[in-house]
Structures are given as structure tokens and as C-alpha cells.
């Protein structure tokens, strides 16, 4: 198929997620039909840097924001067809965005969760919190501002219920929770209480019964992925930089995503669930993930080659 026509496909799939394209749209014609004039077929980055020598005097971010726009069409086109390079990431200075996000594999969490329950502490409450703190936000997706924020009462385990009171620009959200999760959940405030001798007003707690702070949260975390091999190591204590508890987030979100291509679920329709559980303002920072994980990316890619084959029906 033609660049032209495979653009079509790529803008029609954006925009069926909630996608406003026109400057993309613009954008990506012009090089489509440099390509064509040229004779290619195929994206290379060297196709890319010879449409941009013909730019002229330009801004800097002018040329970052289209550099941008070429590659995420080169990353679907590469998905259909690896004859398609992919422009190099940091080919062309670019304005800032959201950093790549890391995946855990389930094997990772397991060891991170295992690690944390060995944290010391006087009374072994730290290892309990922490590992029941990172169980949770890997199978809830909560941000670490909204876990360390619960009070014991936002928790009903009768109802198998977690109540986010402080979610992000003052939203609040009711939360279903999988009976495995509740288990555990009742297994961690009753032994807290056993070790506090008392029920404490916030969900996780220190040894002495004070609502745990995400930079301490951040802090152990950090320490955590040193000694399990996911950081490197760093000299007097210092967290040192690689995957964060916020990861787990992102890790939740891509991994139901990805179930729903696996599974054949129609993602348009499952995406507001998705968009309402994780508590996004926008369903675009939900969509997000499609274009910042690229198993992702693949999947989506694939399977709107399906549809427009006849062979996956909406």
C-alpha cells in the first residue's frame, strides 16, 4: 500500500481514540508527499533528514514537534511492515515529554513486594506496610498520593470497597476490589492493629502508628529496586535513578490494555472504564499508553490491520 494510504489508516485509528490530528494531519501529508516525489516507499531516517533539510529557517521546536509526529507515524508503520525505520530518538532536540514509561514484568513485582516485607523495623511494621503499599498500587494502578492517603475507613472489606477520597484536582472514585486483594488487605490491618495495640486513623502506618509520606515511600522503593538489581547501586544512601513506584501504575494500565487485544475486547469501548478506574481527567491520558508502550503500539497496529482486512469485526 501507498504512504498516503497507509496515513489514512494511521490518522483514522488515532482519531477513533479521541485524537485532535489537524496539525498532525498537515504535517504528515507534506512529508508523504516529499516521499513521493522522492520515489520511496519506505520511511528510512535518512528520508526524514532530507524532508527536513528542506524546511528552511525554522524553530527549534517547530522542527522538534514535527520530528515527533514522523516518528510515532514510522513506529506504526515498522509495527505493520519492519522494512520501515524508525527515527532515532534524539535525532532532533524535542520538546519535553512525559518520560517512557518502565514495565515490571510480574516476576519483578513479586520480588519487589518480597523484598519490602523484609525491611526492618522494631516491631516488623515497616516490611508490612511497605509490602501490602506496593501489592496494592501494582494491582489497582492508584498513584502513591492516593495510597498513602487512605484512612482505614476508606477501606470496607465487608463490600470489597476502596474509597479514593484524595484523588488528583480533589476527585473522588469507588474502587472494586478482587477478593484476593481483600485478604490481604484484612491479613495487614489486622496484624497492624495486633502490633499498634489500637486502630489508627490512616490505612498504612509507621511503627508508631503516623500516616507513612510518599517521599518516604519513594525512599524505601528506591532501596528496594537497589538490592534486587532494578536500580543501580548508589554510595550514602542515595536512591540513584531507574524504575519508580509510579511504574507500577503504568505497568497496570498497559497490562489491561493489552489483555483487551489479546482477548479480542474492543478497546474504544473499554477505555472509559479504564480512564474512570485510574482517575484520568482526560480519556487522552489514558490513550497515552497505546503510543508509550510498544508491545502496545504493536497490538494496536495489528489489529486495526485486522479490521480494515475484513477480519476482525468491531
Not at 501529508?29 to 520511511?43: L, M, P, Q, Y
Not at 478506574?277 to 491520558?285: E, I
Amino acid at each position: 500500500m501507498t504512504l498516503s494510504h497507509e496515513l489514512d489508516r494511521y490518522l483514522s485509528i488515532r482519531r477513533s481514540l479521541g485524537y485532535d490530528l489537524r496539525e498532525d494531519e498537515r504535517v504528515l501529508r507534506r512529508f508523504v508527499a516529499f516521499a513521493d516525489s522522492e520515489g520511496v516507499t519506505h520511511i528510512t531516517t535518512d528520508l526524514y533528514l532530507r524532508w527536513q533539510g528542506t524546511f528552511g529557517s525554522v524553530k527549534r521546536q517547530t522542527c522538534g514537534g514535527r520530528f515527533i509526529m514522523v516518528r510515532l507515524f514510522g513506529q506504526w508503520l515498522h509495527g505493520l511492515d519492519d522494512r520501515h525505520e524508525v527515527p532515532p530518538r534524539g535525532l532532533v532536540p524535542t520538546p519535553t515529554r512525559r518520560p517512557s514509561p518502565y514495565i515490571y514484568s510480574e516476576a519483578e513485582i513479586a520480588t519487589v513486594i518480597n523484598e519490602a516485607a523484609k525491611l526492618p523495623s522494631i516491631y516488623g511494621m515497616r516490611g508490612l506496610t511497605y509490602s501490602t503499599l506496593f501489592g496494592l498500587i501494582a494491582v489497582t494502578g492508584l498513584r502513591i498520593s492516593e495510597a498513602v492517603g487512605l484512612n482505614t475507613v476508606d477501606l470496607n472489606l465487608d463490600d470489597g470497597v476502596l474509597h479514593i477520597r484524595c484523588g488528583k484536582l480533589g476527585k473522588q472514585r469507588l474502587l472494586p476490589l478482587a477478593a484476593s486483594v481483600v485478604d490481604r488487605l484484612h491479613a495487614y490491618t489486622t496484624e497492624r492493629n495486633r502490633l499498634l495495640g489500637a486502630t489508627p486513623v490512616p490505612l498504612f502506618v509507621k511503627c508508631g502508628g503516623e500516616r507513612i509520606g510518599v517521599d518516604g515511600a519513594q525512599y524505601n522503593f528506591a532501596q528496594i529496586c537497589q538490592r534486587i538489581g532494578l536500580r543501580d547501586p548508589q554510595r550514602h544512601f542515595r536512591s540513584g535513578r531507574g524504575p519508580r513506584i509510579h511504574d507500577l501504575r503504568h505497568t497496570f494500565a498497559a497490562r489491561t490494555m493489552i489483555e483487551w487485544y489479546r482477548s479480542g475486547k474492543d478497546p474504544a469501548r473499554e477505555m472509559i472504564k479504564l480512564s474512570t478506574w485510574l482517575g484520568h481527567a482526560k480519556p487522552d491520558h489514558t490513550y497515552w499508553y497505546i503510543e508509550a508502550v510498544p508491545e502496545l503500539l504493536e497490538l494496536a497496529s495489528a489489529r486495526f490491520a485486522g479490521v480494515t482486512n475484513g477480519k476482525v469485526r468491531q
